[in-house]
């Protein structure tokens, strides 16, 4: 019998989940008399693993779920979910059916941008929004829905009204809707008994260690989202996205620097990416932002090519132009 649906190197990912669970009931069972540098370490770990979760094992996860039984990877969702503290299957819908949908895409004739978290949607005319503005306005909203969510008790978690853009990105299929809305009314209760039993082992970790850092990791994550788009050109599929190729970044984080070659095959299993990257000798023909650094840490990109500058006055795919490895544009190759 087949566990793994894509490959059993996914249980690396199952562990690494499995492993914060227990880490984050550890890091709050041991605040109580702890130093104020453990404290400080607390929240650093924590914010880590919150944000290492989300941008990576939560990310693949929704894109490739990791075993064959359905009911197997609801319990994977609903590990996933208490780990970054929201549903993973409504990431996976917000994510996976709208995100790469419309590929951070500019405001339309309606003022606003199809994708809910395109970095135009809150920017003045057709530039991004500024990255305050992105991560921390961005973490403010999450914050305050999530605790919406999680204290929608009177209709047991279940998707409200008020819900209709994430309504509106359920399956049209009747059997699939209900399977999706059921998960994700058990990944919502599943993350409000975690507050509760978060609280039951110390009120104090809560209020004072985890919901800052749970704040912190939910900006960072911003950060990320924001340089894996920021200067791209979002008219060009082949140059959309921002790609980081260093090797010990991709082998920490299972491939997650190759962005713009997920934009391409997002159904495509982590393993793969480099072989996305090989296959489409476009990437190798249109000038297209690779980052010298991780996207997280983007702002240390300086003299990053605005390519959306200038795909917004013609449209057309820009040309490839030659420059040293690891500019800001393609040479050959490269959240």
């Avoid at 453990?38 to 941008?55: D, K, Q, S, T």
């Avoid at 929201?86 to 994510?95: F, G, I, N, R, V």
């Avoid at 405001?107 to 305050?132: C, I, N, P």
């Amino acid at each position: 019998m087949k566990i793994w649906k894509h490959s059993r190197l996914d249980f690396t990912l199952f562990v690494l989940s499995a492993a914060q669970f227990g880490a984050t009931l550890w890091l709050a069972e041991s605040w109580e008399g702890s130093s104020f540098i453990w404290r400080i370490g607390n929240f650093a770990l924590l914010v880590l693993m919150i944000v290492y979760n989300i941008i990576v094992i939560s990310h693949l996860f929704t894109h490739t779920p990791w075993f064959h039984a359905q009911w197997l990877n609801g319990l994977a969702s609903i590990l996933n979910s208490v780990n970054m503290g929201q549903s993973a299957q409504a990431y996976q819908l917000t994510h996976v059916r709208n995100h790469h949908r419309y590929n951070n895409d500019r405001k339309g004739l309606d003022g606003t941008t199809k994708d809910l978290s395109s970095t135009y949607r809150d920017g003045v005319g057709d530039e991004h929004a500024s990255l305050f503005k992105y991560a921390f306005g961005g973490a403010t909203a999450t914050l305050f829905s999530t605790v919406k969510t999680l204290l929608s008790i009177t209709r047991l978690w279940s998707i409200g009204i008020h819900e209709r853009e994430l309504l509106a990105l359920t399956s049209k299929s009747p059997v699939k809707r209900a399977l999706q809305l059921r998960q994700l009314q058990l990944d919502r209760t599943a993350c409000f008994l975690m507050v509760l039993l978060y609280v039951a082992i110390s009120w104090k970790w809560t209020l004072a260690c985890y919901l800052p850092a749970f704040f912190c990791a939910l900006a960072l994550v911003n950060v990320q989202n924001y340089y894996r788009h920021y200067g791209a050109a979002p008219e060009n599929k082949y140059a959309d996205s921002v790609s980081y190729y260093g090797r010990i970044y991709n082998l920490l984080t299972f491939n997650d620097g190759y962005h713009q070659e997920h934009h391409l095959r997002p159904l495509t299993h982590w393993r793969l990416m480099p072989a996305v990257l090989r296959g489409h000798e476009q990437l190798n023909q249109v000038e297209r932002i690779i980052s010298p650094v991780p996207a997280m840490l983007g702002i240390f990109h300086r003299n990053r090519a605005q390519l959306h500058r200038r795909s917004q006055v013609d449209h057309s795919p820009p040309l490839r132009v030659e420059q040293p490895a690891f500019s800001t544009a393609a040479k050959g190759g490269v959240r």
